[in-house]
């Protein structure tokens, strides 16, 4: 888009009245400055495909105007402040492919406010916050393909009160457990990738109540979940319906079955390594 570069200048903000900075696509570099965080009535701030280094500051937490934060195709490194859970106006957070470490902190739970998390494509690990459930807007969760694979554990138990969330993907991570029955109460997910990571027990048949779901991929060369597709979900492939449906659902030459799945788009053996479409 753009061909601005240098540093970014703090006293930016020293503008009066000014509520939103967008200086994404560029070749800014160094530091996001202190100072641009303690902005009175800043309230959208796009840096999203620059070259931004070092870490994000404590002093996010001053940011409390802030309602769109897009920092993503960055050089970001560090943790994730646990400040960051002051920041209840907070809708979009987007800090997607930089290079970010530890935990999501468990004060994220904090930020009722959020609609839309993304963060894959880090380097972070630890588990989702327990507290995740508390974010009763929250329509998109992305965490996926974190550097190395660290981030997973169980589920969270209070992830299944997210009844708003639409997208959910923590595909190729370290995710274990089962999928709870609860899962057939999140009616308004459209998009669920879990593939990639050490899951196992038995599909719930409550997926079957996911009418809006068009992806479901649930295979991996660790995935040891098993059960059977449920014939409303196939009823409901196609242009309209399920778009893109992948399991460990080869069938073995003994007859073995990890899943069972006649209408897949994508079947792979049990060690989800030999995958083929349907």
Not at 114 to 141: A, H, V
Not at 257 to 277: A, H, I, K
Request: proline share 4%.
């Amino acid at each position: 888009w753009g061909s601005l570069s240098g540093t970014l200048p703090a006293d930016l903000v020293d503008l009066q009245h000014l509520v939103n900075i967008e200086m994404q696509y560029n070749d800014f570099s160094g530091p996001i400055p202190d100072k641009w965080w303690g902005a009175r009535h800043l309230t959208r701030l796009n840096l999203a495909a620059n070259k931004c280094s070092g870490t994000i500051s404590d002093k996010i937490s001053e940011a409390v105007d802030m309602r769109s934060l897009y920092l993503q195709s960055n050089e970001l490194s560090g943790s994730l402040p646990a400040t960051m859970g002051a920041l209840t106006n907070l809708a979009f957070l987007y800090l997607n492919k930089n290079s970010l470490t530890g935990s999501i902190p468990e004060e994220f739970s904090n930020m009722n406010g959020l609609e839309q998390l993304r963060l894959q494509k880090n380097d972070l690990n630890g588990t989702l916050p327990q507290g995740i459930g508390n974010l009763q807007l929250l329509s998109e969760l992305r965490v996926q393909s974190q550097l190395n694979g660290n981030i997973g554990g169980n589920i969270p138990d209070s992830f299944y009160d997210l009844i708003e969330l639409d997208r959910f993907d923590i595909s190729n991570n370290k995710f274990t457990g089962p999928l709870d029955i609860r899962i057939g109460g999140m009616i308004n997910l459209f998009e669920l990738r879990l593939a990639g990571n050490s899951m196992d027990g038995v599909l719930p048949s409550t997926v079957e109540n996911l009418t809006r779901l068009r992806y479901f991929e649930i295979e991996g060369a660790d995935m040891q979940i098993t059960g059977a597709i449920p014939e409303l979900m196939c009823q409901r492939r196609g242009n309209l319906g399920l778009t893109s449906l992948s399991a460990n659902c080869y069938e073995e030459p003994d007859g073995f079955m990890e899943v069972t799945c006649t209408c897949c788009s994508v079947c792979c053996d049990q060690n989800g390594l030999d995958c083929q479409e349907q």
